[in-house]
């Protein structure tokens, strides 16, 4: 059962008050499209990793050769969407019919862990649907115009993080109800739940942060390098 990964790059980022479109943005040195590739590539549970691109940045990731050219299972990379949806559809249009399962992540968390992808995808193979998420250290509030609405269990929430692995036709199926009905998610996960499909849940890592603020940036930098110590130690 081969499994792809697609890794979605085709966001602005505009929080990060950057010039340079989010995933082509550096970290320690390299672009945080180039980490989160290496990352999915360094799972034994991953066959092929695809790039989903901004069509108007193709360009500049071809001019990332150096990097890309490090990357092992690196499939040609996919123009993406206007919306997360028209990505994930354009990065499982491009798959062969081999492809099986696939895992979808975002570029804009470089820091994710080869062997939280490898036990994502197992789950996923086994039931269908899984995502990593850390669970909630704060109290949730649902606020509605500003007023609170429910203060779920504290036990019962957890944060969602990427990759997010699917049996091909799950997600495929979940996309189509999606667009049929005009529902635009957040994450996939919440596309596949409406078609009544549950969930697991893979516990992750802190550290496998979004990049969404500067300060994002000079957290995950220090996380790198507290990994390079440990690693040398």
Excluded: Y
């Excluded at 299972?73 to 499982?92: I, M």
């Excluded at 596949?192 to 496998?208: F, H, K, Q, T």
């Amino acid at each position: 059962m081969a499994t792809a990964a697609l890794v979605l790059a085709a966001g602005r980022g505009d929080r990060l008050r950057s010039g340079t479109p989010k995933a082509f943005v550096r970290l320690a040195g390299r672009s945080l499209l180039a980490h989160a590739l290496e990352a999915l590539a360094s799972s034994a549970e991953i066959d092929l990793v695809v790039p989903v691109i901004a069509a108007s940045e193709l360009d500049r990731f071809a001019a990332l050769a150096a990097e890309r050219d490090q990357i092992p299972k690196l499939a040609p990379p996919v123009a993406g969407g206007r919306e997360r949806q028209d990505s994930v559809r354009a990065g499982l249009a491009s798959l062969g019919p081999e492809i099986r399962l696939v895992a979808v992540h975002d570029a804009a968390r470089p820091l994710v862990r080869g062997e939280d992808v490898s036990r994502v995808v197992g789950l996923a193979r086994l039931h269908g649907a899984a995502l990593l998420a850390v669970p909630a250290t704060d109290t949730i509030k649902r606020v509605r115009a500003g007023l609170v609405v429910e203060t779920p269990p504290r036990t019962e929430c957890w944060v969602a993080q990427t990759p997010q692995a699917f049996r091909i036709e799950i997600l495929r199926e979940a996309l189509a109800k999606a667009e049929q009905e005009g529902v635009v998610g957040t994450d996939d996960t919440q596309l596949v739940e409406r078609l009544g499909v549950a969930v697991r849940v893979v516990e992750g890592d802190p550290s496998n942060l979004k990049i969404t603020r500067p300060e994002d940036l000079l957290l995950a930098e220090a996380l790198l390098a507290a990994r390079s110590r440990r690693g040398g130690a």
